[in-house]
T-cell receptor, first 116, second 115 residues
């Protein structure tokens, strides 16, 4: 079974530039998550999709971050404009179904973003 | 919302010793508690999880215990090996309200096993 795919693996940009990340979840996984992992910290959920609908984006900085999951499969996360504090690893994860919250999440390799 | 505290932040042991990492959570509705291992530059990988209807679960050298009354859970690694060296994260998930199974992670524990 193929795992969660993400691209690019690394990205370096100047502050105020824009950047986009792509995620392809495990086939058949209805739930998709984007996490931000700052160096030395645990992952923090940014947004959660159930199929192509958003179920939790309470910690997404909506003035600069946006995400979409068209057709309920692939997803993109965009930052516009980027700030220095956005430097982090952006992890995508997916799970099979939401079943009363008891969901094993599978993580992708992440995209390491450096904002200069 | 849920808050997960994890201790210690770093743990150094000799090969063959046991290692224990502890986490506390705040939301009494949380009912799923996974542990992830993250090696340097790699993705987090699930190593063991426990549901709230179980007090203990074991998988070879790894065990997890859950005390719902005290709202804490612990990871136990016995007979540690150098390849156990990594960052370990605990997490908690709640099925109730609007949480939709959202995972809240602890801050992580850097485990170093010395040969």
């Amino acid at each position: 079974e193929a795992g969660v795919a993400q691209s690019p693996r690394y990205k370096i940009i100047e502050k105020r530039q824009s950047v986009a990340f792509w995620c392809n979840p495990i086939s058949g996984h209805a739930t998709l998550y984007w996490y931000q992992q700052i160096l030395g910290q645990g992952p923090k959920l940014l947004i959660q999709f159930q199929n192509n609908g958003v179920v939790d984006d309470s910690q997404l900085p909506k003035d600069r971050f946006s995400a979409e999951r068209l057709k309920g499969v692939d997803s993109t996360l965009k930052i516009q404009p980027a700030k220095l504090e956005d430097s982090a690893v952006y992890l995508c994860a997916s799970s099979l179904v939401y079943a009363g919250g008891l969901n094993e999440q599978f993580f992708g390799p992440g995209t390491r973003l450096t904002v200069l | 919302g849920e808050n997960v505290e994890q201790h210690p932040s770093t743990l150094s042991v000799q090969e063959g010793d046991s290692a224990v990492i502890k986490c506390t959570y705040s939301d009494s509705a949380s009912n799923y508690f996974p542990w992830y291992k993250q090696e340097l530059g790699k993705r987090p990988q699930l190593i063991i999880d426990i549901r709230s209807n179980v007090g203990e679960k074991k998988d070879q050298r790894i065990a997890v215990t859950l005390n719902k009354t005290a709202k804490h859970f612990s990871l136990h690694i016995t007979e540690t090996q150098p390849e156990d060296s990594a960052v370990y994260f605990c997490a908690a998930s709640s099925a109730g309200g609007t949480s939709y199974g959202k995972l809240t992670f602890g801050q992580g524990t850097i485990l170093t096993v010395h040969p």
